[in-house]
C-alpha cells in the first residue's frame, strides 16, 4: 500500500513499468497505432493529470505514445494504491471500457508525454474490423479483469459473514465477476476502524465503499446502478426479442437473435453466465482444447451480444409472463416491466438442497450451492465435503482441491462415470487431496453457529463415519426457475417447460387451440420458446444449451413470418 503522499514523493524520480508476466499489459506494434491513430487523437499530457477517475462511466481508449500513466486504486483518498505503470506502445483500461461498467481505478499521468485518445465507439468498429487487434485488446482485458479481482481492486464490501445482505452482495459481485474486496466484521481489525473513521456502526452493515462514496446496504440493482450496470427499457418500446435468463443458452439467443437483425434485450436476475458462470473450467466446450473457465465464457459472450447491438440487463428478475395487446410482457421484480413479440424462457435450472434435518442454518456461511473464489476462501486450508456425482460436482472438486486442505466426493453410486465424464473422472482421481466415497450420502449436518463435520453413511452397508468439514458443497441435480410463468405455459410434473410435441399434448389436454403446431422449442404458448436446463428433455451440456440458443433464434423468425402482425421493431417506421 502506497500513501498519496508516498505517490507523489515519486513523480520526481522514473516510474518502473509493471512487468507484463501474464499478458495482461502487451506493447502494440507501430502499425497498430498508426491504424488506431486513424480514428482517434494525439494530445500532450502533463504530470498529475488524471485521464479518467475511480467510478467515471464513459471514458475513452488511451495509448501511451510517450511518458508514463499510473493505475492507481483509490486516487486523493490519502490511501492510494499502485497497481500498474504503463510506458510508451500500452493502452489503458479493461473490461468494463467495453462492457459500460463504471471505472474501478484511475489512470493518472506520473511522466508527461503523449497520448492517443479513441471515443470507445470508433473502437468497437475498429476492433470488429481488425480481428487481430480486437482479441489482443479483448485477451489483456479479460486478464486484467482477473488480476483486479485477485487484487481485491474495486469496491469494497464490509458486513459480517454471517449477514444475509453481505453474502447477498458477495454473490452478485463475485458472480457478476466485479471486482471488489470483503471486508470480515468477524475476524479483520481493520474493519471496525474503517467503519469508525466513516461514523457508521457495525449494525449498519454491510455498506458498500467506493472511494469516498459509502452506499449503506444497498439493494443489487442500486449496487448495479452505480456501477453503470445498464436497466431494462421502458414498456412503450416492444423489443422482437426478449431472452429471460443470460446462462449459455440465453446469451446464445441473444447473440444469434440481434446479429440476426432482431431488436434483442436479455434478463438475468443475478448475472450473465447462469450457472455454467461459476464452473472453473471447462474442458469438454468444442474449440477449446485447454479448457475455458464459465467466468471467461460469459465475459466472451456478453461482450460478442453487445457488440451486435443486444441489451443486457442484471439485476433483472422476472416475476410474471403475461400477454397484452398483441404482444408479450415480462413483469420485473424492480424497475418497468418488458414487452416483445416472443419470449425465450432461459432460466435455467437451480441445484436441490439436500434433505438433511438442520441444513438450513448453514446455509451461506458453511453450505454452498457453488463453488466459486468466494467459497473457496471461506473454506482454505479448512476440510470440505462434496455431494454429487455430475460434472459439477467433479469440477467443485479439482477446483477447490487447490484451496482446501482436504476434498472428499460423496457419491450414491460405485462409479464415478455413471453421471459424469470420463474426462473428469480421470482427473479426478489423479488429484492429490481428493477422496472419492462411494455409495455414501450425509445423513447429519454438525456444528453450532458454522459447520464443524458431517455424518456420512454407507448405503449398503449402513455404517456411518463422522467427517471433519468446515464447507459442506451440494450439487444433487435441479429444479426449474419456473415459478414465475404461473401457469402461462404447460409445464410436466416436475416443473420443466415442455416444448414441441409436448407442449402440443398438454395444450390439447387443456383444451386449447392453436392456429399451427409448436415449433421444436416453443411451448404451448405461441411465440414463446424454451431453452436449456429449463427445458424437458434438454441435454444438461454447455454445447447443447448454447445450440438450443441459436435454433430457438430460427425458429423466431419463423413465428414472426407466420405472424404478419408481430412486425419486427427493425422494419417499423
Given at each position: 500500500?502506497?500513501?498519496?503522499?508516498?505517490?507523489?514523493?515519486?513523480?520526481?524520480?522514473?516510474?518502473?513499468?509493471?512487468?507484463?508476466?501474464?499478458?495482461a499489459?502487451?506493447?502494440?506494434?507501430?502499425?497498430?497505432?498508426?491504424?488506431?491513430?486513424?480514428?482517434?487523437?494525439?494530445?500532450?499530457?502533463?504530470?498529475?493529470e488524471?485521464?479518467?477517475?475511480?467510478?467515471?462511466?464513459?471514458?475513452?481508449?488511451?495509448?501511451?505514445?510517450?511518458?508514463?500513466?499510473?493505475?492507481v486504486?483509490?486516487?486523493?483518498?490519502g490511501?492510494?494504491?499502485?497497481?500498474?505503470?504503463?510506458?510508451?506502445?500500452?493502452?489503458?483500461?479493461?473490461?468494463?471500457?467495453?462492457?459500460?461498467?463504471a471505472?474501478?481505478?484511475?489512470?493518472?499521468?506520473?511522466?508527461?508525454?503523449?497520448?492517443?485518445v479513441?471515443?470507445?465507439?470508433?473502437?468497437?468498429?475498429?476492433?470488429?474490423?481488425?480481428?487481430?487487434?480486437?482479441?489482443?485488446?479483448?485477451?489483456?482485458?479479460?486478464?486484467?479483469?482477473?488480476?483486479?479481482?485477485?487484487?481485491?481492486?474495486?469496491?469494497?464490501?464490509?458486513?459480517?459473514?454471517?449477514?444475509?445482505?453481505?453474502?447477498r452482495?458477495?454473490?452478485?459481485?463475485?458472480?457478476?465477476?466485479?471486482p471488489?474486496?470483503?471486508?470480515?466484521?468477524?475476524?479483520?481489525?481493520?474493519?471496525?476502524?474503517?467503519l469508525r473513521?466513516?461514523?457508521?456502526?457495525p449494525?449498519?452493515?454491510?455498506v458498500?465503499?467506493?472511494?469516498?462514496?459509502?452506499?449503506?446496504?444497498?439493494?443489487?440493482a442500486d449496487?448495479?446502478?452505480?456501477?453503470?450496470?445498464?436497466?431494462?427499457?421502458?414498456?412503450?418500446?416492444v423489443?422482437?426479442?426478449?431472452?429471460?435468463?443470460?446462462?449459455?443458452?440465453?446469451?446464445?439467443?441473444?447473440?444469434?437473435?440481434a446479429s440476426?437483425?432482431?431488436?434483442?434485450?436479455?434478463?438475468?436476475?443475478?448475472?450473465?453466465?447462469?450457472?455454467?458462470?461459476?464452473?472453473?473450467?471447462?474442458?469438454?466446450?468444442?474449440?477449446?482444447?485447454?479448457?475455458?473457465?464459465?467466468?471467461?465464457?460469459?465475459?466472451?459472450?456478453?461482450?460478442?451480444?453487445?457488440?451486435?447491438?443486444?441489451?443486457?440487463?442484471?439485476p433483472?428478475?422476472?416475476?410474471?409472463?403475461e400477454?397484452?395487446?398483441?404482444?408479450?410482457?415480462?413483469?420485473?421484480?424492480?424497475?418497468?416491466?418488458?414487452?416483445?413479440?416472443?419470449?425465450?424462457?432461459?432460466?435455467?435450472?437451480?441445484?436441490?438442497?439436500?434433505?438433511?434435518?438442520?441444513?438450513?442454518?448453514?446455509?451461506?456461511?458453511?453450505?454452498?450451492?457453488?463453488?466459486?473464489?468466494?467459497?473457496?476462501?471461506?473454506?482454505?486450508?479448512?476440510?470440505?465435503v462434496?455431494?454429487?456425482?455430475?460434472?459439477?460436482?467433479?469440477?467443485?472438486?479439482?477446483?477447490?482441491?487447490?484451496?482446501?486442505?482436504?476434498?472428499?466426493?460423496?457419491?450414491?453410486?460405485?462409479?464415478?462415470?455413471?453421471?459424469?465424464?470420463?474426462?473428469?473422472?480421470?482427473?479426478?482421481?489423479?488429484?492429490?487431496?481428493?477422496e472419492?466415497?462411494?455409495?455414501?450420502?450425509?445423513?447429519e449436518?454438525?456444528?453450532?453457529?458454522?459447520?464443524?463435520?458431517?455424518?456420512?453413511?454407507?448405503?449398503?452397508?449402513?455404517?456411518?463415519?463422522?467427517?471433519?468439514?468446515?464447507?459442506?458443497?451440494?450439487?444433487?441435480?435441479?429444479?426449474?426457475?419456473?415459478?414465475?410463468?404461473?401457469?402461462?405455459?404447460?409445464?410436466?410434473?416436475?416443473?420443466?417447460?415442455?416444448?414441441?410435441?409436448?407442449?402440443?399434448?398438454?395444450?390439447?389436454?387443456?383444451?386449447?387451440?392453436?392456429?399451427?403446431?409448436?415449433?421444436?422449442?416453443e411451448?404451448?404458448?405461441?411465440g414463446?420458446?424454451?431453452?436449456?436446463?429449463?427445458?424437458?428433455?434438454?441435454?444438461?451440456?454447455?454445447?447443447?444449451?448454447?445450440?438450443?440458443?441459436?435454433?430457438?433464434?430460427?425458429l423466431?423468425?419463423?413465428?414472426?413470418?407466420?405472424?404478419?402482425?408481430a412486425?419486427?421493431?427493425?422494419?417499423?417506421?
Amino acid at each position: 500500500m502506497t500513501t498519496s503522499s508516498g505517490l507523489q514523493a515519486r513523480d520526481s524520480a522514473p516510474l518502473a513499468e509493471t512487468p507484463d508476466s501474464h499478458g495482461a499489459y502487451p506493447r502494440l506494434s507501430e502499425a497498430q497505432i498508426e491504424r488506431l491513430t486513424a480514428h482517434g487523437v494525439r494530445r500532450p499530457t502533463r504530470a498529475g493529470e488524471i485521464l479518467f477517475g475511480e467510478g467515471d462511466e464513459h471514458y475513452d481508449f488511451f495509448v501511451v505514445l510517450e511518458g508514463k500513466v499510473a493505475i492507481v486504486q483509490g486516487y486523493g483518498t490519502g490511501k492510494e494504491e499502485l497497481i500498474a505503470v504503463h510506458g510508451p506502445g500500452r493502452f489503458l483500461g479493461e473490461l468494463s471500457l467495453l462492457t459500460g461498467q463504471a471505472a474501478f481505478y484511475s489512470a493518472v499521468v506520473r511522466e508527461p508525454g503523449e497520448v492517443l485518445v479513441v471515443p470507445v465507439t470508433r473502437l468497437r468498429e475498429l476492433v470488429t474490423l481488425d480481428p487481430t487487434l480486437g482479441d489482443l485488446i479483448l485477451r489483456a482485458y479479460l486478464i486484467r479483469r482477473e488480476l483486479l479481482i485477485g487484487l481485491g481492486a474495486g469496491f469494497k464490501i464490509v458486513g459480517s459473514r454471517f449477514s444475509p445482505d453481505t453474502r447477498r452482495l458477495r454473490e452478485f459481485a463475485i458472480r457478476n465477476r466485479l471486482p471488489h474486496r470483503w471486508i470480515d466484521l468477524e475476524d479483520d481489525p481493520a474493519a471496525e476502524e474503517l467503519l469508525r473513521g466513516l461514523g457508521i456502526g457495525p449494525e449498519a452493515t454491510p455498506v458498500v465503499i467506493w472511494g469516498r462514496e459509502v452506499l449503506r446496504n444497498p439493494s443489487n440493482a442500486d449496487l448495479a446502478r452505480r456501477i453503470g450496470m445498464p436497466a431494462p427499457r421502458t414498456l412503450q418500446i416492444v423489443s422482437d426479442l426478449v431472452v429471460v435468463g443470460a446462462g449459455p443458452a440465453g446469451l446464445a439467443a441473444s447473440v444469434y437473435g440481434a446479429s440476426e437483425g432482431l431488436d434483442t434485450i436479455a434478463l438475468d436476475a443475478v448475472a450473465t453466465g447462469g450457472q455454467a458462470g461459476t464452473s472453473s473450467r471447462i474442458e469438454n466446450y468444442l474449440g477449446f482444447p485447454t479448457g475455458i473457465s464459465g467466468a471467461e465464457l460469459a465475459e466472451r459472450a456478453t461482450i460478442q451480444a453487445k457488440k451486435f447491438g443486444a441489451r443486457l440487463s442484471v439485476p433483472a428478475e422476472a416475476t410474471a409472463l403475461e400477454r397484452r395487446d398483441g404482444h408479450y410482457v415480462v413483469e420485473l421484480c424492480e424497475g418497468p416491466a418488458v414487452a416483445a413479440r416472443t419470449v425465450v424462457i432461459a432460466t435455467g435450472a437451480r441445484y436441490r438442497k439436500l434433505p438433511v434435518p438442520g441444513i438450513e442454518r448453514f446455509e451461506g456461511t458453511s453450505v454452498f450451492y457453488a463453488a466459486t473464489l468466494m467459497e473457496a476462501q471461506m473454506c482454505r486450508e479448512d476440510p470440505v465435503v462434496i455431494v454429487g456425482g455430475g460434472n459439477s460436482a467433479g469440477q467443485a472438486a479439482v477446483f477447490l482441491a487447490r484451496y482446501a486442505a482436504h476434498v472428499r466426493l460423496l457419491i450414491r453410486d460405485d462409479d464415478l462415470t455413471t453421471s459424469m465424464s470420463r474426462y473428469l473422472a480421470d482427473r479426478i482421481e489423479r488429484t492429490p487431496g481428493i477422496e472419492v466415497m462411494r455409495h455414501t450420502e450425509v445423513r447429519e449436518v454438525i456444528g453450532d453457529t458454522t459447520l464443524e463435520a458431517v455424518a456420512a453413511e454407507d448405503n449398503r452397508t449402513g455404517e456411518r463415519r463422522t467427517l471433519p468439514a468446515r464447507a459442506l458443497f451440494v450439487f444433487i441435480g435441479a429444479e426449474p426457475h419456473t415459478q414465475w410463468l404461473r401457469d402461462q405455459v404447460a409445464l410436466d410434473e416436475h416443473g420443466f417447460v415442455l416444448t414441441g410435441f409436448e407442449a402440443a399434448r398438454a395444450a390439447a389436454e387443456r383444451g386449447e387451440e392453436r392456429e399451427r403446431p409448436p415449433l421444436l422449442l416453443e411451448t404451448s404458448v405461441p411465440g414463446v420458446l424454451a431453452v436449456g436446463d429449463v427445458r424437458r428433455g434438454s441435454i444438461k451440456r454447455v454445447a447443447s444449451a448454447v445450440g438450443e440458443g441459436s435454433m430457438a433464434v430460427r425458429l423466431v423468425h419463423e413465428h414472426l413470418e407466420t405472424h404478419p402482425e408481430a412486425v419486427p421493431a427493425a422494419a417499423q417506421t
